[in-house]
């Protein structure tokens, strides 16, 4: 059964604040919609921990450096909400541009320190605008429990930063990454690789799992960067934005893994801009 699509906060507070009343839980998976198998295992997830489930499907423009990647971004509502029918959710949350962000609108959330590593450093006030869709999202869905991937892992720790920050009674839960047959982390943006380069794109894991077996024999991330940099240049990646390894929480970046650690990389295949991590 297809769940109810709601399109404004006040219908879906309606709804929430008849779950809790009843003295049930609820469980939101903010998304942008394009849903893949990696998305439903959060919704998995969700359906298995809380009494009612929520998916938000939000394009959010705030999160988007460039207006040609927002404009270029899959929207497939019809086909997400089929594919949500058989987990039984309660509400799927399809906002609009002037639901989430109404004329005057000023406001902004900013986690300062997590964000100005990684993709923060290529993508200035990415995280901004991730930080305020998401505290929005999980005031508007008054959420118990909020279920990010870890493929995105930088974006949950600064998720679970805000959250503690701002004293959000709303559990963060991370899942594992979903990743198709050949490695490849799963994402929305694989849609918009060519035949080609999708199966070129299985190298990214690859060079993870690599270097992180010569970080497991002992030896630096330094010294193994370059060997895993050549390997995507000779898969088709024309530019490697970083590859570290990084504290699991606060993201410092270490030379090797002597506290729970993550190798983390984003890199350009074809015109596409993909990301992956594994933990070490």
Same mark, same amino acid.
């Given at each position: 059964?297809?769940?109810?699509?709601?399109?404004?906060?006040?219908?879906?507070?309606?709804?929430?604040?008849?779950?809790?009343?009843?003295?049930?839980?609820?469980?939101?998976?903010?998304?942008?919609?394009?849903?893949?198998?990696?998305?439903?295992?959060?919704?998995?997830?969700?359906?298995?921990?809380?009494?009612?489930?929520?998916?938000?499907?939000?394009?959010?423009?705030? =999160?988007?450096?460039?207006?040609?990647?927002?404009?270029?971004?899959?929207?497939?509502?019809?086909?997400?909400?089929?594919?949500?029918?058989?987990?039984?959710? !309660?509400?799927?949350?399809?906002?609009?541009?002037?639901?989430?962000?109404?004329?005057?609108?000023?406001?902004?959330?900013?986690?300062?320190?997590?964000?100005?590593?990684?993709?923060?450093?290529?993508?200035?006030?990415?995280?901004?605008?991730?930080?305020?869709?998401?505290?929005?999202?999980?005031?508007?869905?008054?959420?118990? =429990?909020?279920?990010?991937?870890?493929?995105?892992?930088?974006?949950? =720790?600064?998720?679970?930063?805000?959250?503690?920050?701002?004293?959000?009674?709303? =559990?963060?839960?991370?899942?594992?990454?979903?990743?198709?047959?050949?490695?490849?982390?799963?994402?929305?943006?694989?849609?918009?690789?060519?035949?080609?380069?999708?199966?070129?794109?299985?190298?990214?894991?690859?060079?993870?799992?690599?270097?992180?077996?010569?970080?497991?024999?002992?030896?630096?991330?330094?010294?193994?960067?370059?060997?895993?940099?050549?390997?995507?240049?000779?898969?088709?990646?024309?530019?490697?934005?970083?590859? !570290?390894?990084?504290?699991?929480? !606060?993201?410092?970046?270490?030379?090797?893994? !002597?506290?729970?650690?993550?190798?983390?990389?984003?890199?350009?295949?074809?015109?596409?801009?993909?990301?992956?991590?594994?933990?070490?």
């Amino acid at each position: 059964m297809i769940a109810p699509i709601v399109r404004s906060v006040a219908e879906l507070r309606a709804m929430t604040t008849a779950w809790h009343r009843a003295g049930e839980t609820v469980g939101a998976v903010p998304t942008m919609g394009a849903l893949h198998d990696g998305h439903l295992s959060l919704v998995a997830a969700a359906k298995e921990r809380c009494d009612r489930v929520i998916v938000t499907i939000f394009v959010n423009p705030k =999160q988007f450096n460039s207006p040609e990647d927002y404009e270029n971004y899959p929207r497939t509502e019809h086909d997400d909400a089929a594919k949500l029918a058989r987990f039984a959710v !309660d509400a799927i949350f399809v906002p609009d541009g002037d639901e989430m962000y109404p004329q005057g609108f000023a406001t902004g959330v900013s986690v300062s320190g997590l964000t100005d590593v990684l993709c923060g450093a290529y993508r200035p006030g990415h995280f901004d605008g991730v930080a305020t869709v998401v505290t929005k999202l999980l005031l508007q869905t008054s959420a118990d =429990q909020a279920f990010f991937g870890e493929k995105d892992w930088q974006q949950v =720790q600064v998720v679970r930063r805000l959250v503690a920050d701002l004293n959000i009674p709303c =559990q963060i839960v991370g899942c594992p990454t979903i990743r198709e047959i050949d490695g490849l982390a799963m994402s929305s943006r694989n849609l918009l690789l060519s035949d080609m380069a999708r199966g070129r794109a299985a190298a990214l894991n690859e060079a993870l799992e690599e270097m992180a077996e010569g970080l497991r024999a002992g030896l630096a991330a330094s010294d193994l960067r370059p060997k895993a940099e050549a390997r995507l240049a000779s898969a088709g990646f024309t530019k490697v934005e970083y590859l !570290d390894l990084r504290a699991n929480e !606060d993201l410092s970046q270490l030379e090797r893994p !002597d506290k729970p650690a993550r190798l983390l990389v984003a890199a350009w295949l074809a015109g596409v801009r993909l990301i992956d991590n594994i933990g070490v």
